[in-house]
């Protein structure tokens, strides 16, 4: 007789296990046989680095003289600030560096998408630096970039972005400490996809592209860096990660801004994927589809299969011994999580056996309400960055 929750268990734990250990093995596998290397050399084209900004006045000058100071020919690289309606001194701040040679466009508050359109049709650059204002950059990060674009097949490159790790304690929880994990995580995968050929998207923080390949995405709605840097792939190019292209950014120090942050980039990458759902064509994209499909979709989807494991492990832990331990197991693994908030600010809650299980049900928990939103229509067009604060 067929069991329905047996179906569903099982179901569901293929689909959990191949979303985090099946498709990184494939991963694995698919970059050793392909290995595609990028043919980097020390060439340094012009470059237009554009900081999008809103509201960033307790950083903005911090990262202006990160940019003038970094290494990189004198009159080969132009630094643009387009402020999206700042309301506070951004702008005004900005304007004290025109002297030396940086460029400000106060542009109407639209949305971050047609900032950085207004600053790309100023720019003079061959190659567009895409930067966030809270990020500094290492010395050498655009030598780094720029590099990748002797590969003529090389469209777009993103950065190694860091986490700086000296948040005051009495301003952070553990959930810095969770991102930070899976940051590194998120890196490794970046650099296997670049060996298949390409990663799935590019970080806002520190990513470049060839000029020619930039375009305004059709809907406004969706996470600029993904919309821009997809773009390349869509217009057949590669899009590769180089690790040696630092940038320094803090984490975020609370559980409630981190689990904002993720429900809006989710949302506003769910709804970049359906703008992009032709490159999910393996016909036309190769491994590229499956990588996006299973990085950008299926992960997003493993919350709803997480409550059908628990409650179809529920029914059938009556059974027998292995379902009831399936069942106690994950209930553990929940409270533990719930025991983590609990202690999220303090010393003990900072252990990996709490905070790995906390921002796990975090990150999943942000994914299915982002998810809920994208099915209610709900849309966010602007901005309203999470920050830190000034002294990165």
């Not at 595609?36 to 960033?56: D, F, G």
């Not at 106690?328 to 905070?355: D, P, V």
Request: with cysteine; net charge positive; aromatic share 14%.
């Amino acid at each position: 007789m067929f069991d329905v929750f047996a179906f569903l268990f099982w179901f569901s734990v293929g689909t959990i296990v191949y979303s985090y250990a099946g498709f990184f093995l494939v991963l694995v596998l698919a970059g050793w046989l392909r290995n595609r290397r990028v043919n980097k050399q020390p060439v340094t084209p012009l470059a237009s680095l554009i900081i999008a900004a809103y509201n960033e006045e307790k950083s903005i000058a911090k990262k202006i003289e990160n940019s003038l100071e970094l290494d990189y020919p004198p009159g080969l690289l132009e630094i643009i600030v387009t402020s999206d309606g700042s309301g506070d001194r951004t702008a005004e701040i900005v304007r004290e560096y025109a002297g030396r040679g940086v460029k400000l466009l106060d542009c109407p508050r639209r949305g971050k998408i047609f900032a950085l359109k207004d600053a790309v049709a100023h720019a003079r650059g061959e190659i567009l630096v895409f930067s966030d204002a809270n990020t500094l950059y290492h010395p050498q990060a655009i030598r780094k970039l720029a590099q990748n674009f002797a590969d003529p097949q090389v469209g777009g490159v993103c950065g190694n972005q860091l986490h700086i790790k000296h948040l005051e304690r009495e301003k952070q929880d553990n959930v810095s400490q969770g991102e930070m994990l899976y940051w590194g995580y998120d890196k490794w995968l970046k650099k296997i996809e670049t060996l298949t050929g390409s990663i799935v998207a590019a970080d806002g923080a520190i990513y470049a592209i060839r000029r020619e390949l930039f375009r305004m995405p059709p809907v406004t709605a969706v996470t600029d860096d993904f919309a821009i840097s997809t773009a390349v792939v869509e217009q057949g190019y590669r899009l590769v990660f180089d690790a040696e292209a630092l940038a320094y950014e803090k984490p975020m120090a609370k559980a409630e801004q981190e689990f904002n942050r993720k429900v809006r980039i989710m949302n506003r990458g769910l709804r970049g994927v359906l703008m992009r759902k032709q490159l999910l064509n393996p016909f036309r994209y190769g491994f590229y589809s499956l990588t996006l499909f299973s990085h950008k979709v299926l992960r997003r989807l493993v919350p709803f299969f997480l409550i059908l494991l628990f409650i179809s492990s529920a029914f059938l832990s009556g059974q027998n011994l292995f379902y009831l331990t399936a069942f106690a197991a994950q209930a553990g693994f929940y409270a533990l999580a719930g025991l983590s908030y609990l202690l999220r600010k303090t010393a003990l809650g900072r252990w990996k056996i709490f905070y790995i299980p906390f921002f796990y049900c975090l990150a999943n928990a942000a994914a299915m309400v982002a998810i809920l939103n994208l099915l209610r229509g709900k849309q966010v067009v602007l901005w309203n960055p999470e920050r830190q604060g000034a002294n990165l």
